[in-house]
């Protein structure tokens, strides 16, 4: 259990902290700029960065190149289990907190992080597995509905190679609701 908790820190860590260093080295890039309003021309200026987020705006397909998976392959099935039991669990919470009509920041922010994870997964076979679904269903992420009906459907599909029970979408939302609060506002430093 102390492995998995430490995977998906080091996950959470290591993608929090790529994004930090990006930002950081090209932050006279950033300025006064949304990711969404960049051309094709600034994403040459950031090393090719937006291309590999994709999204709107001139920025290219989220799927441009060869991706590849960055992890090896899991041995220990009982790790690999807990780790996705969380991990399902962590995206339908995600899932259930995203906002119900989102910005077009907030959805790129979604697919990149839905990306990036299809790398950096600590699972290399699952991670692989999860860049093949999304490139034959691209992400929805047009609102928090179709988000969590989405994530389901993936997970059923990873339940029906597994054989294990498929998951009633229509309960996804009541089922993953964290308790965490309000969730219509969005989240305001210092407020």
Known sequence: MIKVKAMLLALTLACLGLMTLTVYRYRDDFQDRSLVNLTNEDAGNLGGLLNIIGGGGGMGDLWQGDTHVVMGKMANETLRAQLGRRTWYFMHVMASRYPIDPTSDEKQAMKSFLFLMSRLYPCGDCAHHFQQHLKRHPINVES????????????NVVNKSLNKPLFNCAEVHATYDCGCGPDTVRYKPGS
């Open 144 to 155: 928090r509905d179709k988000l969590e009906q989405y994530l389901c459907g993936m997970h």
